[in-house]
């Protein structure tokens, strides 16, 4: 506002006249030699608050015009005290043509994109607006300065360094305004001051060549605007706070836009070349071979940049579709086979079931799972494991025609899909028959077979859902699994499996996890001394159409259908979201929140990264919470789970062993995972009140807890005998009936804010 109000000021004065010739004259060379000096520190002020790249291109924009205040500072002696012209050539000249070099200087350092083919395209941008430029330079200024001569050859050196000058300074800042930056700003600031410097520059050029230039004429306007918005630049970028990136999110979208409408800014110099030179030719002065050149230059540099954009666009989008296809293969087939996943496999047998709604195609899906696979990793390890899986895959795929689809639907299961009529039970023989061959793995020779179910769909009936013909395929693999190893059994009605309520569950279990409608209960851990709460267990709760259905059932389910990872996450947020309620109530982080954890995602590497986050957007210490693992986490892929369960613990998490005893190699592995806990399991607890053979054994498991630096935790305990008991072998820790039934939050509230009485109400027990 200020410099728009002195720049008002001095062109009322300038082009009025007020006060006549001397005092204007006094005036203009007076304020061109604040403006500089202005812009000069205004210029050194922004270098000092930058840094980098940034800090030299100040440093040279600060010294050009110092420089030229000098020059300036020179011209005022000449005029206001020595009361005589300037000379031409004189000292003044040095400063004034120090001005470009420095603003040259200061363009080029300015920061921005970088990369072969940004620098590329630069060079092409400024040859166009150099040869357009000498056209127009030539037409109006530079040819009369040629033409002109000098008094020397010294002279005319310095007459011809102006437009030159001007020439390559207007380059720079043509070209430096198509750069993407995010100090824009400041950029288009000094691109603008550079031009209106350029173009005073010529002004002055021209006149003093033909001999008409004096000071206070309209010619000196340009120089004072192009200081002014060179100072308003080195203030707002002094005052700018610094960015962390070089583009930061909020300008991003902008920037490039700025930047997709800045290229087409190299070409207004030679639409101006053309005009210029069309208008001299209307009035009769033929361009002479310097013009004509430069032009011609200028469009065929032309050519080559729009031939270079369509190099690279073309190469783009290459880029673009190549990174396409790669991420369509990532999303629909396995990684580690090559296979369809289950995605693109749910798609195709979606597709499948629509035609035969609509055209009563056949359809056949089979179902194969590997028999023995886990001790395939057992005995050689994950890699081997992983290479007999490429070799199935292989295999598989020599089996079934070009229209038939084969997937991996995680693990050792796999899955066909027979359309358009194929034998469904020649396909499943296939497949057994071509795994009978043995596989060389490691040298060692491996046998391999699979179970294969069918679930065959004939154009008479009615189309099922996707699910249920999963179920149906599931349900016929288990029942060829029964029968022996290598085994191969159609669906029918009469098969029946414990999971076969998958048929009536699966679909509204899927609509719950999606509507977020499974439900925590939480049951307390209690200290066995004082009754005193450490903790709670939080307990998934399902109930639907009005009748609960146990976690025993619908959490395997919930793996079988690949809604683990999503029902796991869903209760984490849950619980540490209760726990941070009660922990801002109770006004300290103590209380302890007990998560099961499913025993797949000790071999998922990003798991320990979402526990991260879910614990760190509720505000809770990481040792708030407790994650409950089995030993079935323990026995599929030790080196992974020590992996997870290692970085878990480097979170500060705590690790509890959940229904130890039960698995088969707690004790070989127990002391190789970072735990922090046990649960002993409630069956080895059920008699200790009258078994003393349960009794020893318990109390063993109790000593090795200790002697392995973790807590114990008994669980199941319903009867006052069974917590006598464990208070004499020193168990610490108890969980069952005895002290609290799982309840919702606001059941278990009144215990957790200690409003009610202690868990050891029964005095026989707290005596």
């Not at 000058?165 to 993407?180: F, K, N, Q, S, W």
């Not at 836009?257 to 070349?273: E, I």
């Amino acid at each position: 506002m200020l410099a728009s109000v002195a720049f008002i000021a001095f062109a009322t004065v300038l082009l009025t006249h007020l006060g006549g010739s001397g005092r204007v004259r006094t005036i203009d060379d007076l304020t061109q030699l604040v403006a500089a000096a202005f812009a000069g520190a205004a210029a050194g002020w922004a270098a000092l608050q930058a840094s980098g790249r940034m800090r030299r291109s100040w440093i040279a924009v600060s010294g050009g015009a110092f420089a030229w205040a000098l020059g300036q500072a020179v011209w005022c002696y000449y005029e206001l005290i020595s009361g005589r012209s300037t000379p031409f050539p004189s000292a003044a000249d040095a400063g004034f043509l120090l001005f470009p070099l420095g603003s040259v200087i200061g363009l080029w350092l300015y920061p921005s994109e970088h990369g072969a083919g940004a620098r590329r395209r630069w060079l092409l941008d400024a040859c166009i607006v150099v040869t357009a430029l000498v056209a127009v330079s030539w037409a109006t200024t530079l040819g009369a300065v040629a033409h002109e001569g000098g008094d020397s050859r010294f002279a005319f050196a310095v007459s011809l360094a102006y437009p030159i000058g001007d020439i390559v300074v207007l380059t720079m800042a043509l070209t430096a305004l198509c750069r993407p930056s995010t100090h824009r700003g400041q950029l288009v600031l000094l691109s603008v001051a550079m031009s209106a410097m350029s173009l005073g520059d010529s002004c002055f050029t021209y006149l003093t060549a033909i001999g008409k230039y004096q000071t206070g004429g309209p010619t000196d306007l340009g120089w004072v605007a192009a200081f002014l918005l060179l100072a308003v630049a080195g203030v707002g970028a002094a005052t700018r706070p610094p960015d962390k990136n070089d583009v930061v999110p909020a300008e991003a979208a902008n920037l490039v836009q700025r930047a997709a409408a800045a290229t087409m800014l190299p070409y207004l110099p030679l639409v101006c070349a053309v005009g210029v030179l069309g208008m001299r030719r209307a009035l009769g002065h033929q361009p002479d071979s310097v013009e004509r050149v430069a032009v011609l230059v200028a469009l065929a540099m032309v050519l080559v940049r729009q031939y270079t954009t369509v190099r690279e666009n073309r190469a783009l989008l290459d880029i673009v579709a190549a990174r396409e296809a790669q991420l369509h293969r990532q999303a629909f087939h396995d990684q580690l086979t090559g296979l369809a996943n289950r995605a693109l496999f749910i798609n195709r047998l979606d597709h499948a079931l629509q035609l035969h709604r609509r055209d009563m195609r056949p359809v056949a899906l089979l179902f194969c799972d590997l028999d023995d696979f886990k001790a395939v990793n057992d005995a050689l390890g994950h890699w081997a494991g992983d290479e007999l899986l490429i070799r199935v895959a292989e295999r598989l795929r020599g089996t079934l025609r070009p229209g038939d689809t084969v997937a991996r639907l995680g693990g050792d299961e796999f899955a066909v899909l027979v359309e358009d009529g194929g034998d469904a039970v020649t396909v499943g023989s296939r497949i057994i028959a071509a795994l009978c061959d043995e596989f060389t793995i490691a040298d060692t020779q491996l046998s391999m077979r699979a179970s294969v179910g069918i679930a065959e769909l004939l154009p008479e009936q009615a189309t099922p859902t996707i699910d249920t013909l999963l179920a149906h395929a599931d349900i016929a693999m288990y029942s060829a699994k029964r029968a022996g190893k290598g085994q191969l059994a159609c669906y029918d009605k009469s098969m029946a499996l414990p999971n076969a309520d998958d048929l009536q569950l699966r679909q509204p279990l899927t609509r719950a996890v999606a509507e977020r409608q499974i439900l925590l209960a939480y049951q307390p851990i209690v200290r066995m001394d004082s009754g005193a709460l450490l903790g709670l267990e939080a307990l998934a709760r399902w109930t639907h159409d009005g009748v609960r259905v146990g976690p025993a059932t619908f959490i395997p389910m919930a793996q079988r259908a690949g809604l683990i990872d999503t029902l796991t996450d869903q209760i984490l947020d849950q619980a540490c979201n209760q726990l941070s309620r009660w922990s801002s109530r109770l006004g300290h982080d103590r209380l302890r929140v007990s998560v099961n954890i499913p025993p797949t995602l000790m071999s998922d590497s990003d798991f320990p990264n979402r526990v991260a986050r879910v614990i760190d957007r509720h505000g809770l210490k990481r040792n708030q919470l407790v994650l409950e693992i089995t030993e079935d986490a323990l026995l599929e892929d030790l080196q992974t789970a020590r992996a997870v369960t290692g970085r878990l613990r480097d979170l500060g998490t705590r690790l509890s062993l959940d229904d130890f005893g039960k698995g088969y190699s707690s004790l070989l592995r127990l002391r190789q995972m970072p735990l922090d806990s046990l649960k002993i399991d409630q069956a080895f607890l059920a008699n200790i009140d009258f078994d003393p053979d349960a009794e020893r054994f318990v109390a063993a498991l109790l000593a090795l807890g200790r002697d392995l630096g973790l807590d114990v935790i008994a669980e199941g305990i319903e009867r006052t005998g069974q917590g006598h008991v464990l208070r004499r072998l020193g168990c610490r820790y108890a969980q069952g009936y005895l002290f609290g039934r799982p309840g919702t939050a606001a059941d278990v509230e009144p215990y957790v804010l200690g409003r009610a009485a202690p868990f050891f109400h029964t005095p026989a027990l707290s005596a």
